[in-house]
């Protein structure tokens, strides 16, 4: 089978494969979303340990994580999707999650 798009003409398996890419292309980017925590979140958590009287190396410290990864966190250089930087933006209040015990 042939199907004319515009001056060309595809072949029927070359259509569907056409079809097949742009439907992928669209499903991809409507589940897709930025996994890097908001501006404002992390703006407020600064602000909530300003409030405190706590640095962000005391507060990492009182809640057994390590500095760095709290920094990274509050600087929006990690994806806070799992592990310690996960965990430390859920402490922070960045985002909601589960923390595993």
Not at 55 to 75: D, E, G, I
Request: net charge positive; glycine share 6%.
């Amino acid at each position: 089978m042939v199907i004319k798009v515009g001056p060309q003409a595809l072949t029927l398996p070359a259509f569907r494969g056409i079809i097949a890419l742009h439907s992928h292309e669209i499903t991809r980017n409507e589940t897709m979303h930025n996994a890097y925590p908001t501006e404002q979140a992390c703006e407020k958590a600064r602000q909530h340990l300003a409030s405190q009287g706590l640095s962000a190396r005391q507060w990492a410290v009182k809640n057994n994580l390590t500095p760095s990864t709290v920094y990274a966190v509050l600087n929006r250089q990690k994806k806070c999707l799992r592990g310690e930087a996960h965990r430390a933006a859920v402490l922070l209040g960045i985002k909601d999650g589960v923390i595993a015990q």
